[in-house]
């Protein structure tokens, strides 16, 4: 259903909603956990959501050191959204509504954060942060879109740009200047990210 990599290293949710973690040479299975969706790309630590909307994370220390052999205690994180998604600047997730949120202060000692929610304008279907903190967004009608000037300094950003690329997306991950998009037709995109060309 979902695999995720970043700083916390190589971890997945199974069809059945089971969390596993790529330990040496292999998948081992997390426990407890049964997400919808995980992300890996915080500071060392996990995010993720359950199938009752409900956002949990995994601080760095546990994240780093799981290795099968015993249960892990997820942190609960308020409020309820539909996917969550972790940088090193702060979190954007997504609700049942499609209204996009970002929360800031968030680090693998603090995966939760500090419980206040910032309303991003938008009507998003899913978003990816990635290790460096660039932020890519899918919305209901399958474009792409990148979140512009996104820093320390500026963590709000300055609006949404809309990038040409080919087919209806349902999916976009971002990493080292490599843009991937999964179509709703199941085809698999690769663009470096001067070939995804702003919309004019």
Not at 49 to 70: K, M, Q, T
Request: glycine share 12%; proline share 5%; charged share 20%.
């Amino acid at each position: 259903k979902k695999v995720s990599v970043g700083p916390a290293g190589l971890w997945r949710v199974g069809l059945d909603g089971l969390v596993f973690k790529w330990f040496q040479k292999g998948w081992v299975q997390v426990n407890p956990g049964n997400l919808n969706q995980i992300d890996a790309g915080g500071d060392k630590f996990v995010v993720g959501c359950n199938p009752s909307s409900g956002i949990v994370c995994l601080n760095h220390r546990p994240a780093l050191r799981y290795a099968g052999s015993c249960s892990v205690s997820w942190m609960a994180v308020p409020g309820e959204l539909k996917y969550y998604s972790c940088g090193p600047v702060g979190c954007y997730g997504m609700n049942k509504l499609d209204e996009s949120h970002v929360t800031l202060v968030v680090s693998g000692d603090s995966c939760s954060g500090p419980e206040k929610w910032y309303c991003i304008p938008g009507s998003l279907s899913m978003v990816e942060v990635s290790a460096d903190g660039e932020v890519h967004v899918v919305n209901k009608h399958g474009s792409v879109f990148k979140r512009s000037g996104v820093s320390a300094c500026n963590p709000f950003d300055s609006g949404w740009e809309h990038l040409r690329v080919a087919g209806v997306s349902s999916h976009v991950s971002y990493d080292r200047g490599v843009l991937w998009i999964i179509c709703r037709s199941g085809e698999v995109q690769k663009c470096r990210f001067s070939e995804a060309l702003p919309s004019e």
